[in-house]
């Protein structure tokens, strides 16, 4: 059975989505977990920058980007049909080899924005970083394939322009090497992006860096159990407040808010725990009245 690890970037673009088809997309991850007749399966994604990307249908004209390592599967996110086509064509997915976090790139618009560098590279200035050699941005986790674009860079402006292009985890020691640190200060920039230290990093092993990474991504919830109700403690029970409707059809909490909150329908300025209901009208009392019209009348006199 494969095993599923779901992006956060999934997770908001799910909440996008309607109702209906957020319905179908569970129903269709949860198929593919279980290995059903009916789930989707991979389907390769033609002129990709990455062969490990594939999509997978999930609802009606929706897909999933997913990132496949033997039998791991990383769901990226979910759009429309021609977007995730688009989105497994850009992007491509990498490991941190200084840190061993997992990294998402657009390398199609790093490919885009080449050009525009090389021209202003042309009208002189210093290159940003020509006080470190290649070997001191591989040894701080920069990415071979990032080298000849940040060799073209040649003020902040420039870096700062690639930044929505980039992982976290090479922005920030870059941008502490561009405003003049050390090498010491980007190793302090790239540690916070890591939650735990690594002892070995292998560049391939993609679910080793998913658990290592610190939004790491999160396994399908399971589905509440009826019996979770009555597994809870008794104490936790009656302190969560529950909403009931009264007599005069308003629905109030069980509960007070707040201590020093009033009550409706309550004299009292201080809440003591029980229950509180609005006040009702006094209900009238007309049974002595009918009592007495029921009563048949004796004639004066008689006995």
Aim: a positive charge; proline letters at 11%.
């Amino acid at each position: 059975m494969p095993r599923l690890a779901i992006s956060p970037e999934f997770l908001r673009g799910l909440g996008a989505l309607s109702r209906p088809v957020r319905r179908d997309v569970a129903v269709a991850v949860r198929r593919f977990l279980l290995n059903a007749s009916a789930a989707p399966h991979p389907e390769r994604v033609r002129n990709c920058r990455d062969p490990r990307v594939a999509t997978l249908r999930l609802a009606d004209r929706h897909r999933g980007v997913v990132v496949r390592q033997e039998d791991v599967y990383w769901l990226l996110t979910v759009l429309p049909d021609a977007e995730a086509w688009s989105y497994a064509q850009r992007h491509r997915v990498g490991v941190n080899t200084a840190i061993g976090i997992v990294e998402t790139w657009d390398a199609e618009a790093l490919e885009r924005i080449e050009p525009a560098l090389r021209r202003a590279s042309e009208t002189g200035g210093r290159p940003l970083f020509e006080n470190w050699c290649d070997n001191d941005l591989l040894n701080i986790g920069i990415d071979p394939r990032l080298l000849p674009l940040l060799r073209l860079m040649t003020s902040e402006s420039h870096l700062a322009a690639v930044e929505p292009l980039l992982p976290h985890s090479q922005y920030a020691p870059l941008a502490a090497l561009a405003r003049g640190g050390s090498l010491a200060a980007a190793w302090r920039e790239l540690d916070a992006c890591r939650s735990r230290v690594a002892d070995e990093i292998d560049p391939e092993d993609l679910l080793a860096a998913l658990r290592r990474s610190p939004d790491r991504p999160r396994s399908p919830p399971t589905p509440p159990s009826s019996s979770a109700s009555s597994r809870c403690p008794a104490g936790a029970r009656s302190s969560i407040p529950r909403s009931t409707r009264t007599p005069t059809g308003r629905r109030t909490s069980s509960r007070c808010s707040s201590p020093g909150a009033r009550a409706p329908g309550r004299r009292s300025s201080h809440c003591t725990g029980r229950p509180c209901w609005p006040a009702r009208p006094p209900a009238r009392c007309c049974w002595s009245r009918s009592r007495r019209a029921s009563r048949p009348s004796c004639p004066r006199g008689s006995t």
